[in-house]
């Protein structure tokens, strides 16, 4: 199946700082990436829609001058958490959608952020 | 917008009791997807359902699609400790995004 690689699996930082995550499709191209957010014990929220070589499209409430995403190649998107606070501590998770037909998703490792 | 109810929220069963968990949506859908997390891991993809009242089954997993296509479950007979998970159902939204239900958190007592 694809592979989708994201890195790091895990970041502390200080408030305030800015922290860059990467999510690449290794195997295929990926026009459309997704971001997402998990919680303790809760579901995956979608945050944004990561779009190649245009504008990324954010949910509801998320922020977008907060949670840059950069979508260049066909193979990498990028989200920034820019001027983390402690209530940005999360686990974020990419994915990417198979171009085989089917609309599985096939997801990263996720990135465990927390902000000190 | 689009919503999926995943009941229920956690499960603890005995090993070799079996397990289900449900979605319902108030809409008809395209099609569900069903995915399973493991603690500290990601999502990794189960199964799609496509055809009203479709059944599937990967060995001791047995999914089913509703007749009106607005419902689905997922049961597991005989559960086993590699059991232990979060189970999620998905469904599409548009743009090839999915959005999840809640989950179902299973553990299993050896």
């Known amino acids: 199946g694809a592979v989708v690689s994201q890195h790091p699996s895990r970041v502390i930082c200080k408030s305030g700082t800015s922290v860059k995550i990467e999510c690449r499709s290794l195997d295929f191209q990926a026009t459309t990436m997704f971001w997402y957010r998990q919680f303790p014990k809760q579901s995956l929220m979608l945050m944004a829609t990561?779009?190649?070589?245009?504008?990324?499209?954010?949910e509801q409430g998320v922020e977008k001058d907060k949670f840059l995403i950069n979508h260049a190649s066909l193979t990498l998107s990028t989200l920034t958490v820019t001027s983390a606070h402690p209530e940005d501590s999360s686990f974020y998770i990419c994915?990417?959608?198979?171009?085989?037909?089917?609309?599985?998703?096939?997801f990263g490792s996720g990135t465990q952020l927390s902000v000190l | 917008g689009q919503q999926v109810m995943q009941i229920p929220q956690y499960q603890h069963v005995q090993e070799g009791e079996d397990f289900t968990t449900y979605c319902n949506s108030s809409t008809t859908l395209s099609n569900i997807q069903w995915y399973k997390q493991r603690p500290g891991g990601h999502p990794v993809f189960l199964i799609q359902?496509?055809?009203?009242?479709e059944v599937k089954k990967q060995k001791r997993l047995t999914f089913q699609f509703g007749e009106a296509k607005k419902n689905s479950s997922l049961h597991i007979t005989a559960t086993q400790t590699t059991d232990v998970g979060t189970y999620f159902c998905a469904v599409p939204r548009g743009q090839g995004n999915l959005i999840f239900g809640k989950g179902t958190k299973l553990s299993v007592k050896p």
């Open positions: 359902l496509v055809k009203s009242g």
């Open positions: 994915s990417a959608r198979d171009v085989g037909g089917n609309e599985k998703l096939f």
């Open positions: 990561s779009n190649e070589g245009s504008k990324a499209t954010y």
